[in-house]
């Protein structure tokens, strides 16, 4: 499987391959063309994942595929913390309910993975963290839930 480094990692890291649903890409666009985000840090590594992400029909995401309203388990694999994360766009964000903003760097981070897979982001204090998915507890689009 080959990938591509993306913006927030070292240029050495490689970012595992992702799979975005073209509903959630079209959306997640039409947020990043707003003039408020354009030059935004965050949405400018999001960009530069949606640009290296295969875009397939919402009834073609696998099911361990984190895509956006899914709710996750994943694990720090440098500290082993674990935590509970919904994926959600910016005006859902609730980091006491774990609603953590897809422009959130580890929400960015988790767009698109898959169960099993690790990616390597700094956080905003700037520790190094590697967050693995270990459970995709509801994703939309396996659910059959094609209008959130």
């Not at 590594?45 to 709710?71: C, F, I, Q, W, Y």
């Not at 959600?88 to 988790?110: D, F, K, R």
Request: overall charge negative; proline content about 9%.
């Amino acid at each position: 499987m080959q990938t591509a480094p993306t913006s927030g990692l070292p240029p050495s890291v490689i970012a595992p391959a992702i799979v975005v649903s073209s509903r959630d890409f079209n959306r997640l666009e039409q947020l990043l063309d707003s003039p408020a985000l354009r030059r935004h840090p965050a949405a400018m590594a999001l960009n530069e994942e949606l640009a290296r992400a295969e875009v397939v029909p919402p009834d073609k995401v696998p099911a361990g595929v984190v895509t956006m309203h899914s709710t996750v388990e994943c694990e720090d694999e440098i500290t082993h913390d674990r935590h509970t994360l919904t994926l959600v766009y910016p005006n859902e964000a609730n980091v006491g309910t774990g609603h953590v903003s897809i422009l959130a760097p580890v929400g960015s981070a988790l767009l698109g993975l898959s169960l099993g897979q690790s990616i390597d982001w700094a956080a905003p204090d700037g520790r190094k963290l590697r967050l693995r998915v270990t459970n995709v507890r509801y994703q939309p689009e396996s659910s059959g839930d094609f209008n959130r």
